[in-house]
């Protein structure tokens, strides 16, 4: 009966990987006995198959010893149907058919599960350590970082076609159970309404309730120690295979404002840091406004000298002033994009020389006016202090909008824009949780 069973597993893996080219079938006698292994190379550790599997069998000398031998293994599971079967195949794992038994031997195997420092969200004195693309890595280094035996892990899939396995972590005491049962209910909802899923923010445009929406309602990291920090918060964390970002839900406005940073601080330096990268948010989003609406409706609003030199700074600039900023925060939204693009060794040299060759041309021909390259180059740099790149994209379109509406109508327009962007952020939400919720953090400590 078992030979009848070994054989239609046989015949199910070979017509499930009938394509794939790294699907291995080995085959061991001993004694007249023989076992068989399927299993696939590229993902499962062929050493680990020698070690643990291949030479105990013929050390042993008895396929029934090395049955039991094979149970009191920690990667063994039992064998129960043939998808599930074929799942842990295609995550690395063995089927192994015995004389007497078939069983299931967990193996995977990781090209690349070194952990490496963070690069996106660096800190000078807090920990390097980022995640990895490796789930089992990752849980492993957040485990070292949050002991506490509250800490509940699930998993799931996500996309229909790459089933990758999604990890949803949560800590059981301190967790909204209500935004817990939403979150697990969106998953379930939208899990396989997308055939491709890789990427946290892949995954994130599917969870957001408005899909053509500007502003990140949850947030996405690759620092150990948010993932901790917000899982002490109540906060869920999802992590998908293959992505060295994790998740966070529910996020507020003030979770993307804040950097790990903060906390490795001396008080008041914290608090000074806070306080200057709000201010060069306020730059980023209002002085191009505020620039285009002095100088083309309200230059009163200088001083006298100060509105002479503005004047004559432009004297030589053939068009109004909203063309001369939108042109140069064109060009500077091109340079940042190059930047990223180009191989690192060069990106950096390429795009710092052509924008000091572009600005002083730009000013010597007339085009520009030099004024013009304080205020851009005032705004790149205060755009690159929002520590979470998303709310750093987000504002980098706002801007423009502000600035449309001022060159329109002036600096009622800026001032008008602003208040309706305040509005627009009071009405957003994260799973019940209100964007511009200040307190929303200490609340969850305190408690």
């Known amino acids: 009966m078992i030979k009848t069973k070994n054989e239609k597993v046989k015949q199910f893996f070979k017509d499930n990987l009938a394509d794939s080219l790294d699907a291995k079938y080995q085959e061991l006698s001993l004694q007249g006995q023989k076992i068989e292994f ?92 980022a995640l990895s693309e490796d789930l089992v890595t990752n849980l492993n280094i957040i485990r070292h970082r949050y002991h506490q035996p509250t800490l509940k892990i699930e998993k799931d899939e996500i996309g229909s076609l790459t089933q990758m396995e999604l990890m949803i972590l949560y800590d059981e005491g301190k967790v909204d159970a209500e935004v817990l049962k939403n979150v697990k209910k969106k998953i379930s909802s939208i899990k396989n309404s997308q055939e491709v899923i890789q990427s946290a923010g892949e995954f994130q445009r599917l969870l957001t309730p408005r899909k053509r929406t500007l502003f990140p309602v949850f947030m996405i990291t690759e620092r150990t120690d948010r993932v901790a920090l917000n899982l002490s918060e109540g906060k869920v964390v999802l992590l998908i295979e293959g992505s060295p970002f ?20 001396p008080y008041w330096v914290g608090k000074f840091l806070i306080t200057l990268r709000y201010i060069g948010l306020f730059i ?57 693009r180009l191989p690192k060794s060069i990106g950096s040299t390429a795009t ?17 006016s030099n004024i013009m390259i304080i205020i851009v180059s005032a705004v790149a740099i205060s755009n690159f202090v929002i520590p979470i790149n998303e709310m750093s994209f987000a504002m980098r379109v706002v801007k423009y909008i502000i600035l449309l509406v001022t060159a329109m109508t002036g600096m009622i327009g800026l001032v008008v824009s602003f208040m309706g962007l305040i509005v627009f952020l009071v009405g957003l939400d994260s799973f019940g949780q209100p964007y511009l919720n200040i307190t929303a953090g200490e609340a969850k400590k305190s408690s």
């Open 246 to 265: 994790a998740l966070v839900l529910p996020a507020v406005f003030f979770d993307f404002m804040s950097s790990m940073e903060d906390l490795y601080q």
């Open 38 to 129: 399927i299993y696939i190379t590229s993902i499962c550790d062929v050493d680990k198959v020698q070690e643990i599997l291949v030479k105990p069998f013929f050390e042993l000398s008895d396929p029934r010893k090395f049955e039991g031998y094979v149970k009191s293994l920690e990667a063994y599971k039992e064998y129960t149907t043939d998808d599930d079967a074929l799942k842990e195949i295609l995550r690395g794992g063995l089927v192994l058919l015995g004389p007497h038994s078939v069983s299931i031997i967990s193996l995977k195997k990781y090209v690349s599960q070194g952990v490496g420092d963070a690069s996106v969200e660096t800190t000078i004195q807090g920990p390097q350590t």
């Open 284 to 340: 980023s989003i209002l002085l191009p406004g505020f620039y285009v609406g002095v100088t083309a409706y309200n230059p009163e609003i200088f001083q006298v000298q100060l509105a002479f030199g503005v004047a004559g700074s432009r004297a030589s600039v053939p068009y109004p002033a909203y063309i001369e900023v939108f042109f140069m925060l064109l060009m500077m939204e091109l340079l940042t994009e190059a930047s990223i």
């Open 352 to 368: 710092t020389v052509g924008g000091l060759i572009l600005g002083q041309a730009a000013t010597q021909a007339g085009l520009v």
